[in-house]
């Protein structure tokens, strides 16, 4: 019979696992132009990059998405994007205007982990979860960052993700 820490999701945890911070807010805006243009003037945010063209999981969790930008200042990074009109439902995804939160982990395999421990939760907090999608698979970015997405119980939308150059 396995040892009761074998049962635990806790054990696939790192022993010692990274200090986990907040990677960046992802925010739908109507008016992309005029939230960065708000963002600079207000906290001092600068462009960091910017995107238009995306991947598949993007565009099937974000119809209609035509433009994002980082925009960030000091440790704040800001992921704002804007939907073609008409593409998208009148509402943001989540019922507010932050999109998702996303968590950065210290590693590649951390990553793979939490993506493991996720799926091993969600058997034992299933009646508790306010939608039933599973995570996304890792995904791997041109620049070698890797993420994936998943819901909390209450709905709002994780990403946790692996930044090879650390990020801000």
């Known amino acids: 019979m396995p040892s009761a820490q074998q049962d635990s999701p806790r054990a696939a945890v790192p022993a010692a696992p990274s200090r986990l911070r907040v990677h960046h807010i992802a925010i739908e805006s ?4 005029e939230c960065v243009s708000w963002y600079r003037e207000f906290l ?15 565009t099937r969790r974000l119809p209609g998405i035509a ?7 000091g440790d704040l990074r800001l992921h704002v994007f804007e939907r073609l009109r008409g593409s998208a439902p ?9 999109q998702h939160v996303c968590v950065a982990v210290s590693s590649p395999e951390e990553l793979a982990l939490r993506h493991d421990l996720w799926l091993r939760l969600f058997p034992r907090y299933r009646a508790a979860f306010a939608t039933a999608d599973p995570p996304t698979d890792v995904l791997v970015d041109a620049d070698g960052s890797q993420s994936f997405y998943a819901y909390d119980i209450n709905g709002v939308e994780l990403e946790l993700c692996y930044d090879p150059e650390g990020g801000a």
């Open 67 to 73: 433009r994002l930008v980082e925009i960030g200042a």
């Open 30 to 33: 109507n008016c992309l132009d």
């Open 90 to 98: 009148e509402t943001t995804s989540t019922t507010g205007a932050v």
């Open 44 to 58: 001092g945010c600068e462009l960091i990059w910017t995107l238009d063209t995306f991947s598949e999981v993007t």
